[in-house]
């Protein structure tokens, strides 16, 4: 069997005298969508840093197909943060070239994955508007073409759906969907198998 692209293994993460996470262990193999349940507070968000590499263990391992997460190996991951990360007096497109030339992508190659990663989310005919002109669902899903931008092997979504109502929640994971085409696993698990990637 193939190594699991993320192996979570009895994570520990202190702050101060509060454990906000402890001994949490997972795997997630190509393919699978894994998610992270629980009240506000519960720890999800740390463990998500800790998986990205924004925060250090204290306790347990985090590997990326097999490997620890370190700087060089970041690139690997894609991360669509719970809050917007976008400028909003630039335009969808000026966007996702700011964050592909931190990627490394450019030229004609970068110009390709961003015209792709918008009509996936959907938001190709409002690529050259201001994100700040974007609806509340607009500005979220723009959010996950930046995920997805570098084709990353591991997509963790943070509440990219929250705030929304059910019909921008719908066309949010539909847009996601759309990356890997049909399949019998639910929309986000369609999306990550046909694409070779898991997502959290």
């Not at 979570?8 to 202190?14: D, G, H, K, P």
Request: proline share 5%; glycine share 12%.
């Amino acid at each position: 069997m193939d190594r699991p692209v993320l192996q979570v293994e009895q994570l520990v993460r202190r702050f101060g005298e509060h454990t906000a996470v402890d001994k949490v262990s997972f795997t997630i193999r190509t393919g699978e969508t894994y998610g992270l349940l629980g009240p506000n507070g519960a720890g999800k968000t740390t463990t998500i840093s800790v998986i990205a590499g924004l925060l250090r263990a204290d306790e347990g391992t985090v590997t990326l197909l097999g490997e620890p997460v370190t700087p060089a190996r970041k690139s690997l991951i894609g991360l669509v943060p719970q809050d917007i990360a976008l400028y909003p007096d630039l335009s969808a497109i000026e966007n996702l070239q700011f964050f592909g030339s931190l990627q490394n992508l450019n030229g004609k190659a970068l110009s390709a994955r961003v015209a792709e990663v918008l009509d996936v989310v959907g938001l190709a005919d409002r690529a050259k508007d201001r994100i700040e002109t974007y609806s509340g669902g607009m500005k979220r899903r723009a959010n996950i073409a930046v995920g997805l931008l570098h084709e990353p092997r591991l997509l963790i979504l943070d509440e990219p759906t929250v705030g929304v109502d059910p019909q921008s929640r719908n066309s949010i994971l539909e847009a996601v969907a759309e990356l890997g085409g049909s399949g019998n696993g639910g929309p986000l698990h369609d999306a990550l198998h046909g694409g070779g990637r898991a997502a959290v």
